[in-house]
């Protein structure tokens, strides 16, 4: 990995005492490893976001508007009439702290701009100087502060350092939802051009091509039917997907992480074969290649941009509902914001399982289901063979992602699907799972290289947890319905925890899946012998 210090360095080179500068006289420091590259001009032009231009963070000139204090100011007026849970979180807040040490940044990186009550000071202290009169009159006495350069310098810094996960509202006694602030701030940063590229540029890609990638639609397909040779190897059994096909019953999209990241690829292989297995009718589409949605790291506006295109789609071939893959911000978008943003979906049917006859009520208004959920209801009703046994080489822990977990209070399906394909689950610690997991470090946007140091530090409470069941229970597997966490958690777990390895749900149903005519399994879908079978793996070598 490069450039990070070793594990035990960076524990040992933490500092939590606070610096001997109050808040507000304590410039950022931009220290590699710790912030993102800036948005590339190309990419704000495909969008049309403004000020496109070549800069870093680390010139002293960002080549700012001439008029950005002006739009800044009437860009956060705008917001605080159109958002009124904003002009409330500015309000309410007591500086209780009771929300301070439970950001995964501040406890891995002891920097108290990352406690998020002060992270959420950064906007709230020029919201008091141009908004209340407190403010006006009485300045910094009342929390308020003049808006500089070095503010918007600021704001990039820690608000991309935020990964908008929303563990901190959990113990807000008033419910201040600080990613809430983190989006609206990125909002604004993005109305004069500063934004991270890891998040423009797939938000571009994703504008031209349906998928983060920019992967062409003949490619998109040639993947897939690559997976299809895959398990044909596996299980002799030959699955037929169809491909922007009209008239299907259901639309498929998943983020395009599992068709082109392992260990996604394999989570991807496990919904090839369980769809065949059960004979949906469904379709893939090209177009609509991508579930997942960088638009809710950019602005409201391009949230509801890229979620269009699922819905347009949906219509175009028309389907009757949309099935959706393992991922953690689309359901977000999906379950908060669609409903409003572009629905109700009402040229949809509401959706029921074509297997079982279960009428999905809570996905009434959006049309789209959750693959484990859909699973999850499979397995209850008896419609899936299944045997755990061919993951008993597995120690199977679950990493709550924050967005099915905080966002929709999905915690049950995906521990009660587990608990029927593997005979050894082990959950964390309960105050780091479910409504309280700690976040990969790594989510909306975050995920990129250079900005490693930082990832591993906001990662190391969700690995500690990792850390203890792999010591007690000899867990060797991090399950996750996440396509970020698919990809983030293996560097995570390398640099933290090794010896544990990442999966999607959906992989390990299909290890456990047994399906018509296939012949006798050996190994798992990563070609890795399967309990017992250890000797005729090798006759095959
Ligand atoms: S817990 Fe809520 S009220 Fe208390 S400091 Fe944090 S954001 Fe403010
Ligand atoms: S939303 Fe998550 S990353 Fe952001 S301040 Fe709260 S705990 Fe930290």
């Known amino acids: 990995m490069a450039n990070v210090l070793k594990p035990k360095e960076l524990i040992e080179g933490t500092n939590h005492k606070p610096p001997g500068t109050g808040w507000m006289d304590t410039p950022v420091d931009f220290k590699p490893g710790t912030w993102c590259y800036p948005g590339k001009a190309k990419n704000l032009n495909v969008v049309g976001l403004p000020n496109p231009r070549e800069w870093s963070p680390t010139d002293d000139d960002w080549k700012l508007p001439k008029d950005w204090q002006q739009i800044l100011h009437e860009g956060l007026k705008e917001r605080l009439v159109k958002y009124r849970s904003l002009q409330l979180f500015m309000d309410i807040c007591v500086r209780c702290g009771a929300c301070a040490d439970k950001c995964h940044f501040f406890i891995g990186s002891g920097d108290p701009k990352n406690m998020p009550v002060l992270r959420a000071e950064l906007l709230r202290s020029i919201y008091r100087k141009d908004f209340t009169v407190a403010g006006k009159l009485f300045g910094k006495m009342a929390g308020a502060r003049e808006l500089t350069e070095d503010v918007v310098k600021e704001w ?23 990613a809430e602030i983190t989006i609206v701030a990125r909002e604004l940063l993005n109305l004069i051009g500063c934004n991270i590229d890891w998040v423009l540029g797939p938000v571009a890609n994703c504008y031209m091509n349906g998928n983060h990638l920019g992967i ?28 922007n096909r009209k008239g299907a019953e259901v639309l498929f999209i998943t983020p395009s992480g599992d068709v082109f990241a392992d260990p996604g690829t394999y989570t991807l292989m496990g919904y090839l074969m369980l769809f065949h297995e059960i004979g949906l009718d469904y379709t893939w589409s090209t177009y609509a290649s991508e579930g997942g949605n960088f638009g809710l790291f950019t602005s409201h506006e391009m949230m509801k941009r890229l979620n269009a295109k699922m819905y347009a789609e949906a219509k175009r071939l028309g389907v009757k509902w949309i099935l959706g893959g393992e ?32 009428k999905f009520d809570n996905a009434k208004s959006t049309k789209m289901v959750h693959i484990v959920e859909f699973t999850a209801d499979l397995i209850r009703n008896g419609k899936l063979k299944l045997d755990p046994s061919r993951n008993d080489h597995l120690k199977v822990t679950y990493h709550d992602s924050c967005n099915p977990a905080r966002g929709m209070g999905f915690f049950e399906e995906p521990r009660y699907v587990l608990q029927n394909v593997c005979n050894h689950f082990y959950d964390m610690p309960p105050n780091t799972i479910k409504e309280q997991t700690f976040c990969c470090g790594s989510g909306s946007g975050l995920n990129t290289d250079e900005f490693m140091e930082m990832r591993m530090r906001g990662g190391l409470p969700r690995a500690n947890a990792v850390k203890h069941v792999h010591e007690q229970h000899g867990v060797n597997m991090l399950s996750c319905i996440c396509a970020i966490d698919r990809a983030v958690l293996v560097p995570l777990m390398n640099y933290w925890v090794p010896g544990v390895d990442v999966a999607g749900v959906h992989e390990l ?30 006759e095959d070598l």
Not at 156 to 178: A, H, K, L, M, W
Not at 216 to 243: L, Y
Not at 336 to 344: L, R
Request: aromatic share 12%; proline share 6%.
């Open 327 to 358: 991922c953690g911000h689309m359901w977000r978008v999906i379950n908060q914001y669609m409903d409003t943003m572009n629905g109700p979906a009402d040229f949809l049917e509401e959706p029921v399982s074509p297997i079982t006859g279960t």
């Open 509 to 538: 149903v299909a290890n456990a899946l047994v399906m018509e005519g296939e012949n006798e399994r050996t190994t798992d879908l990563r070609n890795e012998p399967l309990e017992g079978m250890e000797d005729s793996d090798n």
């Open 216 to 243: 062409q639609p003949h490619a998109f397909k040639d993947m897939i039917e690559f997976f299809v040779d895959e398990i044909e190897e596996v299980t002799g059994v030959r699955v037929e997907p169809t491909f």
């Open 156 to 178: 990039f810094y820690y608000f991309f350092q935020c990964t908008e996960c929303r563990r901190c509202s959990v113990f807000c006694p008033y419910g201040i939802d600080t």
